[in-house]
């Protein structure tokens, strides 16, 4: 996994999360997960792993509760959870090989 497509990655999950200040009844946490995602932009450019990680915890939060807010059929075709996932989980296999890779320089 390349360090420039994790950020590409971050960057269009920001703008994901940017649209979603648009849906009814989650602008307030929309608005607080974007800032959390400018932590892991900023965290990634800096090469500080757990933090990205830890700052990524809480942008799953923030999916999660969006996704409590689907009823089951919503949740089957929602372009916008698939979406998030995809790009949460890269930056998060990204994060991962990172921290590994400190681990296995540390040993």
């Known amino acids: 996994m390349e360090y420039s497509k994790a950020l590409e990655k971050a960057r269009l999950l920001k703008i994901t999360i940017g649209m979603m200040i648009l849906f009814k009844g989650i602008k307030e946490k929309a ?18 792993w757990v933090s990205a990680s830890a700052s990524l915890l809480k942008i799953r939060d923030f999916v999660g509760s969006y996704r ?40």
């Not at 807010?69 to 989980?89: H, Q, V, W, Y």
Request: hydrophobic share 35%; proline share 0%.
């Open 68 to 107: 409590d807010t689907l009823s089951r059929i919503e949740l089957e075709n929602n372009e916008t959870l698939d979406l998030l996932e995809k790009r949460i989980g890269y930056i998060e296999s990204f994060i991962g090989e990172q921290i590994d890779k400190q681990i296995d320089k540390e040993e």
């Open 31 to 48: 608005s607080k997960a974007v800032f959390d995602v400018d932590a892991v932009i900023k965290s990634l450019e800096q090469e500080e």
